[in-house]
């Protein structure tokens, strides 16, 4: 059995080398975890408590969740009572969400993350943690309506994250080397963006009308190959263009 | 600064080689509780400690502050004899692959973000020894955990069996190759690109 599940981590870890972008990791883990029931992931570092909404997002190296579930969570400040992260910060080893719900029953938005999660198909998952060279707490997370990880997985699962993750940060010092340019407008959007203003309240303080906000906000998302603005903003953290 | 110690200049590193030994009881023996390797005298020797065996002393202030020790795989090393349940398939062995065992960093020397500095240091002299002497891969055992902040050196790991349990730890066997771009990434993180070898001077140590 394990000479077959060796076998398939190796192929794994083949394809993984191929990967391009975090695109392309994600559609790879989707096809190795679809055993497990995955159908959602995330993965990235845990921001420190009390970054703004805005900026949490930055620290996703890869998004796999649904779009207007991330939205949610972020505004309504979810990540630091989500029980799923405030686990982390007591254990270094996988954990499988059912197995933690009842140690945060007492916290109201706890429960209330974990139900409102289920709303969107986010009903199981499997936490790993992990810790990157400079020791800031990182981890990935796998979910789905059904998904169930058998406890002799657990390990393969973990070395699969890992691998993903170390790729991930590859793929993301590539990236970092080709060089973009946003305008100064462009950026100014951008960073009020990253604050949380919407399109109207950054025309509001720029002077200009949303359509010019807009435009900049849409500019800027091409230049960095994001998909939404979210995204953008994301991406644009990470290489520092915003800060 | 990293002083490498073999057979050729043990006899000259008489008083940091205990040092070492200690470490290595205080680290293995009485932090992580490998009470197999035990000694009365508090240095721990063991049967790996061969004139084979290369040595890794990082140095500050005359004090040893980190240690690895690299083993030859063309004879017994800990993968091939203590562990070799960790692998499946053939042990990869050969001139040049070494095993790199027994990390340890002092106490002292910890502070968060200290550590990984220290840890860094050893990993470059591993690559600047190994390039030096034609050996592009290592073998070695890890907690999983340490196999992410491993493969951002640019160490290229592949698993050699699937993660075991030791000691309460999910433990992985890899077989790590490395070359000038491990190096270059070492020394983007350490802020420094001077090789951290030290060049022996034996006067320094000849009293």
Not at chain 1, 34 to 44: I, K, N, P, Q, T
Not at chain 1, 49 to 68: I, K, N, S, V
Request: hydrophobic content about 45%; proline content about 6%.
């Amino acid at each position: 059995m394990s000479r077959k599940t060796l076998d398939l981590t190796l192929a794994y870890l083949r394809s993984l080398d191929r990967t391009a972008s975090a695109h392309d990791v994600a559609a790879l883990l989707r096809t190795v975890l679809d055993r497990y029931g995955v159908e959602h992931m995330l993965a990235g570092t845990i921001p420190d408590p009390g970054t703004p909404p805005g900026r949490q997002y930055g620290h996703a190296l890869l998004d796999g969740m649904p779009t207007e579930w991330i939205r949610r969570y972020a505004m309504r400040g979810y990540l630091f009572r989500d029980a799923t992260v405030r686990h982390m910060a007591f254990s270094q080893e996988p954990f499988a969400w059912t197995d933690i719900a009842a140690r945060y029953k007492d916290d109201p938005i706890s429960v209330r993350v974990m139900h409102e999660a289920g709303e969107f198909g986010i009903r199981a998952g499997v936490t790993i943690p992990l810790m990157t060279l400079d020791a800031k707490l990182a981890g990935a997370s796998f979910s789905g309506r059904h998904m169930e990880v058998p406890p002799e997985d657990v390990g393969t699962l973990q070395l699969i994250a890992t691998y993903a993750f170390a790729q991930l940060l590859l793929l993301q010092g590539t990236a970092a080397k080709a060089p973009i340019r946003l305008t100064s407008r462009e950026r100014e959007v951008l960073q009020w963006a990253a604050d949380g203003k919407t399109a109207w309240e950054i025309g509001e303080i720029l002077g200009i009308s949303q359509k010019g906000v807009e435009h900049h906000l849409g500019t800027s998302r091409r230049k960095l190959g994001a998909l939404n603005g979210v995204q953008a903003v994301a991406t644009a953290l990470r290489m520092g263009l915003i800060a | 600064m990293i002083h490498v110690v073999d057979a050729a200049n043990i006899s000259q590193y008489r008083h940091e080689m205990e040092e070492v030994w200690r470490l290595r009881h205080k680290v293995f023996v009485e932090e992580k509780g490998w009470t197999d390797l035990a000694k009365p005298d508090g240095r721990e020797i063991d049967q790996f400690d061969t004139p084979e065996a290369v040595h890794l002393l990082v140095m500050e202030g005359g004090k040893v502050i980190g240690y690895s020790r690299l083993l030859p795989t063309t004879r017994p090393h800990l993968l091939s004899e203590v562990f070799p349940h960790l692998c499946e398939g053939d042990l990869p062995r050969g001139p040049r692959i070494w095993e790199w065992t027994r990390q340890a960093v002092a106490p002292a020397h910890r502070a968060r973000g200290t550590s990984r500095l220290v840890t860094v240091r050893l990993m470059a002299g591993i690559v600047e020894w190994g390039m030096a002497h034609g050996v592009t891969s290592l073998v070695t055992m890890m907690p999983l955990m340490y196999l992410l902040p491993f493969l951002d050196t640019h160490f290229r790991a592949i698993p050699l069996g699937l993660p075991t349990v030791i000691d309460g730890e999910r433990t992985i066997a890899v077989r790590a190759e490395f070359d000038t771009r491990t190096l270059k990434r070492l020394r983007a993180m350490r802020g420094d690109a001077t090789p951290v070898l030290a060049t022996p001077m034996v006067s320094e140590h000849a009293a």
